[in-house]
């Protein structure tokens, strides 16, 4: 695959120029070559979980070669390269930049097994359609670049906000005002979902001592934590994490964080560059392993950080715990898309197969031990004891110590994860992570940050 542009450069030149690694599974003379996919991703599943590669292999013959890049990278694989991949392993909110350039095929709901099984929240954006208790959330939610209508018949309306070239290709099912669907459903889609999760921020509960319902996202940027708040350092992540927080605080007035002007981007960006140059943040990490090693070593007691990383630290005894701000989440969404250059009709097949086989319930399993949810989450009780289950699912106490595929220990008999029941947070979303219009300058200026001395 080609080398990076300057802006991409740029983005993994701020730790070092972070390497792409290959992960290719040992070649079987089994395995036809059109049994064998090409998977591009950003490692938080496939690279991550090398026994879904192996599973898949044993259970339907496909052999997963996963690529491995930063979002920014799988981003210009697709403009560029679509013949270099099967799959991509991508994100809702990929689809505006991602779709625009033609090179992803329509997937046939029709030809996805389990897809009445798909969780209402990622079709229709509520758990219960129509719900007005629950929030949306601002920004590319998975229901609002799920749906595609190739024929741009106008049975639907595109989501506001939709790029030009995706009116009435990328449309919604479900009428906002009124939560219900509008017609028969779409009978296509921009990608199968797959792993989902609710993000925030993670603090040290004997510093900050409130409970996790308790906390806004304004105490990122409390003064009293000055030099041991940690954010992270991608700029579209971090810029929802920062300015979730500066809107809290009323510091800075963003209308919506999914889709934020010119004006309202370099507001947030001058008032963290100050907070910067007062030292309120410890730093910016890119990788996770810092996020856990700052925190656990008294440096940073309040940041941003992933349900995995508080899990491996609260299954050590360390007193960090995720929290559930009143504002709401970040959420994001994931799933397989599948490349235009498929053309071959056993390849294509064996792409439709290996998206069925995911949603069967061992892909799931793994991905609930991580922390993550599914799109499909019903099938993962047949590897999961029941206890377990209910643990990371339903919010109840841990019946005994659980591990994580990679082997660690990461929850400790009778905790109970932070936030509550899947339902409880499904219901409280502030905003999804997404591709905003002004996304370019987006990036310059938060690598203006990122180079603030």
Same mark, same amino acid.
């Given at each position: 695959?080609?080398?990076?542009?300057?802006?991409?450069?740029? &983005?993994? %030149?701020?730790?070092?120029?972070?390497?792409?690694?290959?992960?290719?599974?040992?070649?079987?003379?089994? *395995?036809?070559?059109?049994?064998?996919?090409?998977?591009?991703?950003?490692?938080?599943?496939?690279?991550?979980?090398?026994?879904?590669?192996?599973?898949?292999?044993?259970? #339907?013959?496909?052999?997963?070669?996963?690529?491995?890049?930063?979002?920014?990278?799988? =981003?210009?694989?697709?403009?560029?390269?679509?013949?270099?991949?099967?799959?991509?392993?991508?994100?809702?909110?990929? &689809?505006?930049?991602?779709?625009?350039?033609?090179?992803?095929?329509?997937?046939?709901?029709?030809?996805?097994?389990?897809?009445?099984?798909?969780?209402?929240?990622?079709?229709?954006?509520?758990?219960?359609?129509?719900?007005?208790?629950?929030?949306?959330?601002?920004?590319?939610?998975?229901?609002?670049?799920?749906?595609?209508?190739?024929?741009?018949?106008?049975?639907?309306?595109?989501?506001?906000?939709?790029?030009?070239?995706?009116?009435?290709?990328?449309?919604?099912?479900?009428?906002?005002?009124?939560?219900?669907? *509008?017609?028969?459903?779409?009978?296509?889609?921009?990608?199968?979902?797959?792993?989902?999760?609710?993000?925030?921020?993670?603090?040290?509960?004997? *510093?900050?001592?409130?409970?996790?319902?308790?906390?806004?996202?304004?105490?990122?940027?409390?003064?009293?934590?000055?030099?041991?708040?940690?954010? #992270?350092?991608?700029?579209? =992540?971090?810029?929802?994490?920062? %300015? =979730?927080?500066?809107?809290?605080?009323?510091? &800075?007035?963003?209308?919506?964080? %999914?889709?934020?002007?010119?004006?309202? $981007?370099?507001?947030?960006?001058?008032?963290?560059?100050?907070?910067?140059?007062?030292?309120?943040?410890? %730093?910016?990490?890119?990788?996770?392993?810092?996020?856990?090693?700052?925190?656990?070593?008294?440096? &940073?007691? #309040?940041?941003?950080?992933?349900?995995?990383?508080?899990?491996?630290?609260?299954?050590?005894?360390?007193?960090?715990?995720?929290?559930?701000?009143?504002?709401?989440?970040?959420?994001?969404?994931?799933?397989?898309?599948?490349?235009?250059?498929?053309?071959?009709?056993?390849?294509?097949?064996?792409?439709?197969?290996? $998206?069925?086989?995911?949603?069967?319930?061992?892909?799931?399993?793994?991905?609930?031990?991580?922390?993550?949810? =599914?799109?499909?989450?019903?099938?993962?009780?047949?590897?999961?004891?029941?206890?377990?289950?209910?643990?990371?699912?339903?919010?109840?106490?841990?019946?005994?110590?659980?591990?994580?595929?990679?082997?660690?220990?990461?929850?400790?008999?009778?905790?109970?994860?932070?936030?509550?029941?899947?339902?409880?947070?499904?219901?409280?979303?502030?905003?999804?992570?997404?591709?905003?219009?002004?996304?370019?300058?987006?990036?310059?200026?938060?690598?203006?940050?990122?180079?603030?001395?």
């Amino acid at each position: 695959m080609t080398g990076l542009t300057r802006r991409e450069l740029l &983005v993994q %030149g701020a730790i070092g120029a972070r390497a792409i690694g290959l992960e290719v599974p040992s070649r079987s003379a089994a *395995v036809p070559a059109d049994r064998r996919l090409r998977v591009t991703t950003i490692g938080y599943d496939l690279f991550q979980i090398p026994s879904l590669a192996q599973r898949a292999k044993r259970d #339907i013959g496909v052999e997963i070669l996963t690529e491995l890049g930063s979002t920014y990278q799988m =981003n210009r694989w697709v403009r560029q390269q679509p013949a270099a991949f099967d799959i991509l392993d991508g994100f809702s909110f990929l &689809v505006d930049p991602d779709w625009a350039t033609g090179n992803l095929q329509p997937i046939e709901i029709a030809k996805v097994e389990r897809w009445r099984q798909i969780s209402p929240l990622l079709k229709h954006g509520r758990l219960r359609p129509g719900d007005r208790r629950c929030a949306y959330g601002e920004g590319d939610a998975a229901f609002r670049r799920l749906y595609l209508d190739p024929d741009r018949s106008g049975r639907w309306k595109s989501p506001v906000g939709a790029p030009r070239q995706l009116e009435g290709l990328l449309v919604e099912w479900t009428d906002e005002r009124t939560g219900r669907p *509008v017609g028969p459903e779409p009978r296509f889609c921009t990608g199968v979902p797959t792993a989902f999760n609710f993000d925030s921020f993670g603090y040290n509960a004997r *510093v900050v001592r409130k409970q996790p319902q308790q906390l806004s996202w304004a105490e990122l940027l409390n003064g009293k934590w000055r030099g041991r708040v940690g954010v #992270i350092a991608d700029p579209l =992540n971090g810029f929802q994490d920062t %300015g =979730n927080a500066a809107r809290a605080a009323r510091l &800075v007035r963003i209308r919506d964080l %999914g889709a934020p002007t010119r004006r309202e $981007i370099d507001a947030l960006i001058k008032l963290l560059i100050v907070l910067k140059r007062r030292k309120h943040f410890h %730093g910016f990490w890119w990788e996770f392993s810092d996020a856990k090693t700052w925190m656990r070593s008294g440096s &940073v007691v #309040i940041g941003s950080m992933y349900a995995l990383t508080i899990s491996l630290l609260q299954a050590v005894g360390f007193p960090v715990r995720q929290a559930a701000p009143r504002e709401g989440y970040r959420a994001f969404a994931g799933m397989f898309s599948i490349s235009s250059a498929v053309t071959d009709p056993a390849k294509l097949r064996a792409c439709y197969d290996f $998206i069925n086989w995911w949603s069967s319930g061992f892909a799931g399993s793994m991905m609930l031990r991580f922390g993550y949810f =599914n799109a499909v989450e019903a099938t993962a009780r047949r590897f999961m004891d029941p206890d377990e289950y209910a643990y990371w699912l339903h919010g109840k106490p841990a019946a005994e110590d659980y591990k994580a595929p990679s082997g660690d220990k990461v929850v400790r008999a009778g905790s109970v994860r932070d936030g509550g029941p899947f339902a409880r947070r499904a219901c409280r979303i502030a905003s999804w992570n997404s591709w905003p219009a002004e996304t370019e300058h987006l990036l310059g200026r938060w690598y203006d940050l990122l180079n603030t001395r």
